[in-house]
């Protein structure tokens, strides 16, 4: 096997024994922090940076897949996994070379500033331990994607993909094989029982995949950045290998139950898979989003009410409607610089944010709103519109579905949705050089051949 395969081979590998190991947090633990050691010593006797920056993303975003450390009741595997994901980029910091970062990094690094300055005069118990936990979850692959080279970025996008192809059927076969999560539930009440967490895709009497990430909206964000890696992105597959691996994917959305993010997959399948989109490509692209929105009214006397009370649409109506309240009700400092990570729970109960029995805001825009004002926000949307505009064009549809299902829950609030998403914007914030034609004739990219161009934004 190749060295461009062995690591993505091995993280899939990895992930299925910490599937086999859900349950038993001890093992785990020591698996993870075997993970680290290795990795570290390998990464301490590579001179290369991109071999180093592969090995270092491909191992943090294991970690943080395999287990959902921020929700199990106990800390040890949370303090491996943070501690592991910081020593090895230490690790990497040390070897040769200069860090390069990705030409967004003002804009991501004033965002964690501004919520680091709001955090420290926050009166909220642990809220600089979560910030820590995202920062790290976010920063490590953030920073380490414009080390990458050309293979490297194959690489870990390879790593992306098979994390969740292997994802992908653990969801699809998760409900006939499991009688309960395979860590822990999705939902609890007040007294710490499992709530039934129904899926409405395949009716009351399945409940909903979150594979081993704790949850199946972050389940669904990994599932989306497989599919958009998997149709434009760097890896170059053979059109029936990239049809077989999106049967899981897309199966995976399916048993998650995630309706919105299996509609996103659906559209970026639409508007790129295989040649640039052209006309009829958007055509079919709006009519996608019209019929979905033609069947969630035409069913809305039948499902609105149970899916409402799941949260699912005026829960997000709600979080919508709080804007005002945070822009009105609050001093400038906390409009400007936010109230600090953590502050939902306090906020909530001061009437800023909505309260109608869960505690997610479930929008990271008002979530960011309320916990690093309207400076950190613009810093966010900075960033997005940079990738967008002026990012790999190949990594244009995995942001549109990151800057997408920021609007359903809060990603910044789960560690492997903000490594995906930050290493997303990361890898589109790296520009690579270009090669030239040696004659007018030749290459994809000459005017002669070229297929009109579509927006910037596609």
């Given at each position: 096997m190749s060295p461009q395969r062995l690591l993505p081979a091995t993280a899939g590998a990895l992930l299925i024994v910490f599937i086999a190991l859900a349950g038993r947090s001890s093992t785990a633990v020591a698996l993870a922090l075997a993970v680290v050691v290795v990795t570290i010593v390998s990464v301490v006797l590579q001179r290369d940076p991109s071999r180093r920056a592969e090995r270092v993303v491909v191992a943090s975003l294991?970690?943080?897949?395999?287990?959902?450390?921020?929700?199990?009741?106990?800390?040890?595997?949370?303090?491996?996994?943070?501690?592991?994901?910081?020593?090895?980029?230490?690790?990497?910091?040390?070897?040769p070379g200069r860090l390069r970062l990705p030409s967004g990094n003002p804009l991501v690094l004033g965002l964690f500033?501004?919520?680091?300055?709001?955090?420290?005069?926050?009166?909220d118990s642990g809220a600089g331990i979560r910030l820590a936990v995202s920062a790290a979850a976010a920063l490590v692959p953030f920073c380490f994607a414009a080390q990458l080279d050309a293979r490297g970025r194959a690489t870990v996008a390879a790593a992306v993909v098979t994390l969740a192809v292997v994802e992908g059927v653990l969801a699809v076969v998760e409900p006939w094989l499991y009688s309960q999560p395979l860590w822990v539930p999705a939902l609890v009440d007040a007294d710490g029982v499992a709530v039934p967490f129904r899926n409405e895709l395949l009716g009351t009497g399945f409940s909903r995949s979150q594979g081993t990430l704790g949850h199946p909206l972050p389940l669904g964000l990994l599932l989306l950045v497989g599919i958009s890696l998997l149709v434009k992105?760097?890896?170059?597959?053979?059109?029936?290998?990239?049809?077989?691996?999106?049967?899981?994917?897309?199966?995976?959305?399916v048993t998650a139950g995630a309706r919105a993010s299996l509609a996103l997959g659906l559209l970026v399948l639409v508007l790129w898979l295989g040649r640039r989109p052209g006309p009829l490509r958007l055509y079919a692209a709006a009519l996608l989003v019209a019929v979905s929105v033609a069947l969630?009214?035409?069913?809305?006397?039948?499902?609105?009410?149970?899916?409402?009370?799941?949260?699912?649409?005026t829960h997000r109506v709600a979080?919508?409607?709080?804007?005002?309240?945070?822009?009105?009700?609050?001093?400038?400092?906390?409009?400007?610089l936010g109230n600090g990570f953590g502050a939902v729970g306090r906020l909530t109960a001061e009437g800023l944010l909505h309260n109608d029995g869960l505690t997610a805001v479930d929008n990271q825009y008002v979530s960011l709103l309320a916990q690093g004002g309207l400076l950190g926000l613009a810093l966010l949307v900075g960033v997005l519109v940079m990738a967008l505009t002026s990012g790999s064009r190949g990594l244009r549809p995995a942001v549109w579905c990151c800057a997408v299902t920021m609007m359903l829950f809060d990603v910044?609030?789960?560690?492997?949705?903000?490594?995906?998403?930050?290493?997303?914007?990361g890898l589109s914030l790296t520009h690579e050089p270009v090669a030239v034609p040696s004659s007018p004739g030749q290459g994809r990219g000459s005017s002669s051949t070229a297929a009109p161009r579509m927006p910037m934004v596609l």
């Open positions: 294991v970690l943080w897949v395999a287990v959902p450390v921020t929700r199990l009741p106990s800390s040890l595997p949370l303090k491996v996994v943070l501690a592991g994901s910081l020593a090895l980029a230490v690790a990497a910091l040390l070897g500033g501004v919520l680091l300055a709001a955090t420290l005069g926050s009166p992105g760097p890896l170059a597959v053979s059109s029936r290998v990239r049809l077989l691996l999106l049967i899981p994917l897309l199966g995976g959305l969630a009214l035409t069913t809305a006397n039948d499902t609105v009410s149970s899916t409402a009370g799941s949260g699912s649409v979080a919508l409607a709080a804007v005002e309240a945070l822009l009105s009700r609050q001093s400038l400092s906390p409009i400007l910044f609030t789960w560690p492997p949705a903000v490594a995906l998403m930050m290493l997303t914007l």
